[in-house]
């Protein structure tokens, strides 16, 4: 199996006001974007030129938004990377970038 091209744990998935898991997994994986719980139950997926990544307005740094199959969730993701060798999630200009650039888009 490949490795990942993105991968953050520890991040808090919302869907409008509902928390959907504080201890969750984001992967970007042979093409798809994969929203799990801490458990390893998926959430939602999706084929990565489908999904929409983006920074909400008015929001801290470690926020980000992800529309999959018509469903907008709210992602938490650390507000910086971690320094190397040190566990954490990745920043969330890191997912969107990460998105961008598996769907081929700059």
């Not at 998935?13 to 974007?33: P, W, Y």
């Not at 084929?47 to 307005?57: C, H, I, K, L, Y």
Request: net charge positive.
């Amino acid at each position: 199996m490949a490795e990942p091209e993105f991968t953050a744990t520890g991040v808090r998935i919302g869907k409008r006001l509902r928390s959907l898991t504080r201890a969750g997994q984001v992967r970007i994986n042979d093409g798809r974007v994969e929203l799990l719980t801490s458990y390893g139950s998926e959430i939602d997926s999706a084929p990565v030129q489908a999904v929409r990544a983006s920074r909400p307005w008015f929001a801290p740094e470690d926020r980000a938004l992800a529309d999959l199959n018509g469903n907008r969730y709210l992602l938490t993701l650390g507000d910086h990377d971690p320094a190397p060798g040190e566990p954490g999630p990745p920043a969330a200009s890191r997912f969107i970038e990460a998105v961008r650039r598996a769907a081929g888009r700059r």
